[in-house]
């Protein structure tokens, strides 16, 4: 079971060789409540995968600090112990990628928690199964022969094959097909549900975590510009186009139709939506 993750007042900046840093990340604050899906959301540039790497514990934060069930993440030996609680998945599956296999790719990380024998078969066959990934196919072959897809969906094996009690994925749905997409959108909730894991989705596009994610912290410039709940990203008055991104297509409905008076139980379920306009429908006919 996850976890209580806080953030308080982070910032990151990059060190650049002769030039000043570059601040990506300043004074955030926020928490990931135990077993939430969180979508981390903002434009090109915004500082999503700076305050990915930073939830996993990659990046120190250069001011702030963070703490992991209510102990305050700070030196040597509390970063390497919370480290092992979370993985990552990094936005370009390249930069996970280094074994001569796919098998010994997943098995790297609980190789390296201890696990040997049947438990670690065990262990890979499961996540890369959670992936999409048929070790019987594709376990002997070097990751980088593979399709930009198949690479990426090696790279969430290795990360399942960890465990973590807190799954931070940067960008997770890019280049997979629909079919991928909606698998890997049923294994994070699965995963959830069965691990009480927290999981922290960054996306640049909100409809890929609509279904998913309980809360939304939207990214402007390094800044928090609002964290919010769909319910209140539907209704609010957060301008997402000014902040480079949209509601999808569901929130966009919901939003119409909660204008015109209509209530919205759940504004990520397509059958609410269809209903609400059916009984709106019905009311303006009955008048
Ligand atoms: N390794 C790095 N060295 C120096 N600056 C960096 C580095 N990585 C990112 N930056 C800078 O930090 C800022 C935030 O970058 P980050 O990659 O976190 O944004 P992002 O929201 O993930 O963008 P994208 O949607 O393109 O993935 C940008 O100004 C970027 O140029
Ligand atoms: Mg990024």
């Known amino acids: 079971m996850a976890e209580r993750l806080t953030l308080e007042e982070v910032s990151y900046s990059y060190p650049l060789p002769g030039r000043e840093d570059l601040p990506a990340l300043d004074g955030i604050s926020l928490a990931v409540e135990p077993g ?18 930073v939830c996993a514990g990659l990046l120190a934060p250069t001011a702030g600090s963070m703490g992991y069930g209510g102990e305050k993440i700070e030196g040597r030996r509390r970063l390497l112990s919370f480290r092992r609680k979370v993985g990552l998945l990094f936005q370009n599956a390249e930069d996970q990628l280094f ?8 098995a790297f990380g609980p190789r390296n928690h201890g696990l040997k024998g049947e438990e670690l078969e065990t262990r890979v066959a499961s996540a ?43 960008e997770p749905f890019i280049g997979l ?64 186009a000014g902040l480079g991104m949209r509601l999808p297509q569901w929130g966009a409905l919901a ?4 204008r015109c008076g209509v209530a919205v139980a759940d504004p990520s379920d397509p059958v609410v939506l269809a209903r609400a306009m059916a009984e709106r429908r019905r009311a303006s006919d009955g008048r």
């Not at 296999?101 to 997943?106: H, K, L, M, N, R």
């Not at 990751?143 to 290795?158: C, D, M, N, Q, T």
């Not at 939003?255 to 909660?258: F, T, Y």
């Open 36 to 53: 939430e899906v969180l979508c981390v959301a903002g434009a090109n540039g915004s500082g999503k995968s700076t305050l990915a790497q």
């Open 99 to 106: 074994a001569d296999t796919v098998f010994e790719d997943v």
């Open 128 to 170: 890369a199964g959670h992936a999409g990934i048929d070790l019987d196919e594709l376990g002997g072959r070097s990751p980088f022969s593979l399709s930009e897809g198949e690479k990426r969906r090696v790279a969430l094996a290795g990360v399942l094959a960890l465990d973590p009690e807190v799954l931070v994925l940067d």
């Open 177 to 240: 097909d629909f079919d991928n997409g909606e698998r890997l959108k049923g294994v994070l909730g699965a995963y959830r549900e069965e691990r009480g894991a927290s999981v922290v989705i960054v996306t640049h596009e909100l409809a890929d975590a609509w279904s998913l994610a309980d809360r939304f912290v939207l990214l402007d410039g390094g800044r928090c510009a609002a964290v919010e709940e769909k319910s209140e990203l539907v209704r609010g008055d957060i301008e997402l």
């Open 255 to 258: 939003r119409g139709l909660i």
